[in-house]
């Protein structure tokens, strides 16, 4: 059964400081998706990775996929307040439907 | 841009009602999902779908049915609501290409009195 493992689970931080969200799998994937939810609204997709050693970048959030070690981390630089939110990673479930599979999510709080 | 269209996004129903949770999506696509997240829990898969009439159990289908008779539209059946089932419930539709992965709906608050 695959299983999917975020840490922390909860994170509170100063705006400007980095961090990183680990997101850990039991079996091998070779997608993971990150994804963003504010507080009462929907997911919102930010990354998909595809491969092996990809990494993805937008604004201060970058993303990276090490399938060999089953893990990817979400990467924080110098946060501000507007990066509060839960985050997940999810990654493809067993079977050809494309069922995915979530991490409990990390829910971020940058403090002024 | 993919939509996925919840139809409520605050339900409060009675103990013992059929509750029906409408999903639509306007993308043509094949795989469609329906999800609770509850607090500490995260998300957990409750059906999907992969064609018209066509369903397979998720990890909690108990209390559940879906109802797939057009392609873009999936609804969740609450058979006899109870509240236990008080939850966050989403929606999604699978998106190929480069992006892959989820697009999800608005989301369904559903509290049951």
């Known amino acids: 059964e695959l299983k999917v493992e975020q840490n922390p689970l909860f994170l509170s931080m100063q705006e400007g400081k980095n961090y990183t969200i680990y997101c850990n799998y039991s079996t091998t994937s070779d997608r993971l998706y990150w994804y963003r939810q504010d507080p009462g609204k929907s997911l919102e997709s930010l990354f998909v990775?595809?491969?092996?050693?990809a990494v993805k970048q937008e604004g201060r959030l970058m993303a990276s996929l090490d399938t060999k070690a089953r893990l990817s981390t979400l990467h924080i630089t110098a946060a501000v307040h507007d990066l509060s939110a839960t985050y997940f990673c999810a990654v493809v479930g067993g079977g050809s439907q494309g069922n995915l599979i979530f991490g409990k999510g990390t829910k971020l709080s940058v403090k002024p | 841009d993919v939509k996925v269209t919840q139809s409520s996004r605050y339900l409060v129903k009675r103990t013992g009602e059929k509750v029906f949770l409408e999903c639509v999506q306007d993308?043509?696509?094949?795989?469609m999902f329906w999800y609770r997240q509850d607090p500490g829990l995260g998300l957990r898969l409750i059906y999907f779908s992969y064609d018209v009439k066509m369903k397979e159990k998720g990890d909690i289908p108990e209390g559940y049915s879906v109802s797939r008779e057009k392609k873009e539209r999936f609804s969740l059946i609450l058979e006899s609501a109870s509240t236990n089932q008080t939850s966050m419930y989403l929606c999604?539709?699978?998106?190929?290409?480069?992006?892959?992965?989820?697009?999800f709906g608005s989301g369904t608050r559903l509290t049951v009195v």
């Open positions: 990775l595809l491969s092996n050693g």
């Open positions: 993308m043509d696509h094949e795989n």
């Open positions: 999604a539709s699978l998106t190929g290409g480069t992006k892959g992965g989820y697009t």
